[in-house]
């Protein structure tokens, strides 16, 4: 008798105009292993060539929204050089770093829905989420520390999400912070009840995904670009963005409904 087919690592779901990813490996507490990147990846690519999708939702499955890494797989491997490891490591890395390159670059609004534990990359991927939204059961860690190491490329995303001082409190620390931490330090943006996360989520990325999807994609690059640069440069790089938005089809459309007391009808796209 053949074994049963194993479930997908990352399983995708749509609801209206939004796509749910959900993480799908909770007996593992959704580690971001090297496959694992490599199936968001290819998910996210999809979603953002499919014309249908017009918001994304990142979940977990299980106890936990994601571990971070596969620890196992990070560690030196039987027989293997010291070499050999750091490149292994260092090509497991740079694919996460990719990963949360996309989710910001992405032309589409990414959405965390964080129902449990989210450590080291599994916060750095919360992070790196436009908004997120968390069960007040959800914990928050960078434990690098713990275990010897540091956090470095996951305070990458944390740190341009929150205050310096708490970003190196999680990871000097390595403690466990709550969801109302999380929420006073600006990593996520409201905590709900465990039993209310879902349809919060999902009335959000419904919002979300009724707005022009052209004037999403150009004011969220136009808005991540100009996040490191001085203020008479941060203007400059909004300005075009903001008159090529404001010119488009959509926006003509938009401009009509508002003054028409009616809701857009956005061309399809």
């Given at each position: 008798m053949a074994p049963a087919p194993s479930p997908p690592w990352v399983t995708a779901e749509m609801s209206g105009s939004v796509l749910w990813l959900t993480l799908n490996?909770?007996?593992q507490r959704n580690p971001l292993s090297s496959q694992m990147i490599d199936l968001l990846q290819e998910s996210?690519?999809?979603?953002?060539?499919?014309?249908?999708?017009?918001?994304?939702v990142i979940a977990g499955s299980g106890p936990a929204f994601s571990a971070g890494h596969?620890?196992?797989?990070?560690?030196?491997?039987?027989?293997?050089?010291?070499?050999?490891?750091?490149?292994?490591?260092?090509?497991?890395?740079?694919?996460?770093?990719?990963?949360?390159l996309g989710i910001t670059q992405s032309p589409k609004a990414v959405v965390a829905c964080v129902q449990g534990i989210a450590t080291a990359a599994g916060c750095q991927l919360v992070a790196a989420c436009d908004l997120a939204i968390a069960s007040e059961e959800a914990r928050f860690c960078l434990p690098g520390v713990?275990?010897?190491?540091?956090?470095?490329?996951?305070?990458?995303?944390?740190?341009r999400n929150i205050h310096r001082k708490h970003a190196m409190e999680l990871a000097l620390t390595g403690d466990l912070f709550d969801a109302g931490d999380a929420v006073r330090m600006g990593l996520v943006n409201r905590a709900?009840?465990?039993?209310?996360?879902?349809?919060?989520?999902?009335?959000?990325?419904?919002?979300?995904?009724?707005?022009?999807?052209?004037g999403i994609a150009r004011g969220k690059s136009a808005f991540y670009e100009q996040l490191n640069q001085?203020?008479?440069?941060?203007?400059?790089?909004?300005?075009?963005?903001?008159?090529?938005?404001m010119t488009t089809a959509d926006a003509r459309e938009g401009t009509q409904a508002f003054f028409g007391k009616r809701q857009p009808v956005w061309p399809q796209g």
């Open positions: 490996r909770p007996g996210l690519a999809a979603a953002e060539a499919d014309t249908d999708v017009r918001c994304i596969d620890l196992r797989e990070m560690a030196p491997q039987a027989g293997e050089t010291d070499v050999a490891c750091k490149a292994r490591m260092r090509g497991i890395l740079e694919a996460c770093s990719r990963l949360m713990n275990i010897g190491a540091f956090c470095t490329t996951p305070l990458v995303a944390v740190g709900v009840a465990a039993d209310r996360l879902h349809s919060v989520t999902e009335q959000l990325a419904q919002k979300i995904a009724s707005k022009s999807t052209e001085p203020l008479a440069e941060a203007y400059g790089t909004t300005c075009e963005p903001m008159i090529e938005t």
